[in-house]
């Protein structure tokens, strides 16, 4: 099928938001990806090269995702990451080696500055979302702002977190859905909410592995179930998303942080090329 199907007549135009020689909104995927926390520079490396190799292989706009801070954890001793310095150290690392844009995210104002040196796109946490000097600091680095939506919030009140950044002079905003939450331990996915979030104009990314996390429901950690994040993924797309978020581990069973939600580079493959298709069918 060669004609591009419209999602609706009525919806606000979809202004997108410029990256490097991209754009995140426009007629081509774009993926963000890599692993929840930055656990050591030889898995930082794998996962860059390999995911490099394979969004260029298939024609997607690929920005490199890692934290250098897991600050909210369930227990005081689970694995956060190497902290600011050591962690944007490694990420400016892959950025150089790998000719990659870089996401990642920040939970105190101060530390906007330092991540905007190394990040294209400063990440503002679910739980953080509704955070208004965080949310004015990413702002005024003039970076790209991604904004998650909190577990808690209803898509339509994303809006006014949208504005607040708007209105501190920065009009690179991406919204990002990552499911709601749904009793105890428990998130659901309400595929409207894509499409009520992109009726703001702005480009909605899907994040398709903490979708289906289980928050806590491990006890003293997030469990979650992988087996779902290329069916979520897929309905993403046809439902109207310009972008996928996705953590991705070479050995996702061993990782120190989301290993149940994460998928494999292996994995990957097949979910990125099927997503791919369906977004080159609706977009193009």
Request: proline share 5%; aromatic share 6%; with cysteine.
């Amino acid at each position: 099928m060669s004609k591009k199907i419209k999602l609706r007549e009525d919806m606000k135009q979809i202004k997108p938001v410029k990256l490097k020689d991209f754009e995140i909104g426009s007629d081509k995927l774009t993926i963000l990806a890599g692993p929840c926390a930055i656990e050591s520079k030889d898995i930082l490396f794998t996962v860059a090269e390999a995911l490099k190799k394979l969004t260029q292989e298939l024609g997607i706009n690929y920005v490199f995702k890692s934290s250098f801070d897991k600050a909210n954890r369930s227990s005081i001793n689970s694995f956060r990451g190497p902290g600011l310095e050591k962690g944007l150290e490694l990420l400016a690392q892959v950025k150089k080696e790998f000719d990659l844009p870089i996401v990642t995210d920040i939970h105190l104002p101060e530390q906007a500055a330092p991540v905007s040196e190394v990040a294209d796109i400063i990440q503002i946490p679910a739980f953080l979302c509704r955070q208004t000097d965080l949310l004015v600091a990413a702002a005024k680095t003039g970076k790209i702002v991604n904004i998650k939506k909190g577990q808690f919030l209803a898509p339509a009140q994303m809006e006014p977190l949208a504005k607040k950044v708007l209105d501190s002079g920065n009009d690179k905003i991406l919204l990002t859905d990552r499911g709601t939450s749904f009793g105890y331990n428990n998130l659901v996915v309400d595929m409207r909410g894509i499409q009520i979030m992109q009726e703001m104009g702005y480009p909605v990314v899907f994040d398709a592995t903490h979708s289906v996390q289980l928050p806590g429901g491990a006890g003293d950690c997030s469990s979650g179930e992988r087996k779902y994040v290329p069916t979520l993924a897929k309905a993403s797309i046809a439902a109207g998303a310009k972008a996928l978020f996705f953590e991705i581990h070479p050995d996702p069973d061993k990782a120190l942080c989301d290993g149940p939600n994460m998928l494999s580079v292996e994995a990957a493959k097949d979910v990125f090329k099927v997503c791919n298709d369906i977004f080159k069918l609706l977009n193009q």
